[in-house]
Nanobody, 129 residues
Framework: VHLAESGGGSVQAGESLRLSCQAS??????????AGWFRQAPGKEREFVAA???????TYSDSVKDRFRILQDNAKDITYLQMDNLNSDDTAIYYC??????????????????????WGQGTQVTVSA
C-alpha cells in the first residue's frame, strides 16, 4: 500500500486544518485495511492520534478527542483527519498509516505504531500561539 499525505500548513491557535491521506496499491480487498494517523514533534517519540477500522469504528488519543475527527471515504480511498481548535501542542509532522488484517475485515482497533506496516512521508503542521 502506498500512502500520500497532504493538507499540512501553518495556522494560528484556534484555527482548523484538514489532512488527507490518499491510499493506492491495495493487494487485498479494501476492507482488509485499517487506517491511522500518528504525529511526531521535535525531540519526541511518534505518538498515536486517531485510527479507524474498515467497519467505521474510530478511536482517538485523549489529547485530541473532541477536537479531531478521522473520516474514511472508501469510494476514493482517502482517509481524512479534520483538526479543529488547534493549539501549539499540535505542532508536529503528521503521518498516516495502514494496517492489514490477516483474515477478513480489519475490525479491531489498534493504537500502536508497531501494528501499522505502511506509512506515508508525513506532512508538517505548525500552530502558532
Amino acid at each position: 500500500v502506498h500512502l500520500a499525505e497532504s493538507g499540512g500548513g501553518s495556522v494560528q491557535a484556534g484555527e482548523s486544518l484538514r489532512l488527507s491521506c490518499q491510499a493506492s496499491g491495495y493487494t487485498f480487498s479494501r476492507y482488509r485495511y485499517c487506517a491511522g494517523w500518528f504525529r511526531q514533534a521535535p525531540g519526541k517519540e511518534r505518538e498515536f492520534v486517531a485510527a479507524i477500522t474498515a467497519t467505521g469504528t474510530s478511536t482517538y488519543s485523549d489529547s485530541v478527542k473532541d477536537r479531531f475527527r478521522i473520516l474514511q471515504d472508501n469510494a476514493k480511498d482517502i482517509t481524512y483527519l479534520q483538526m479543529d481548535n488547534l493549539n501549539s501542542d499540535d505542532t508536529a509532522i503528521y503521518y498516516c498509516a495502514s494496517r492489514t488484517s490477516e483474515f477478513g475485515a480489519c475490525a479491531s482497533v489498534s493504537t500502536s505504531p508497531r501494528d501499522f506496516g505502511a506509512w506515508g512521508q508525513g506532512t508538517q503542521v505548525t500552530v502558532s500561539a
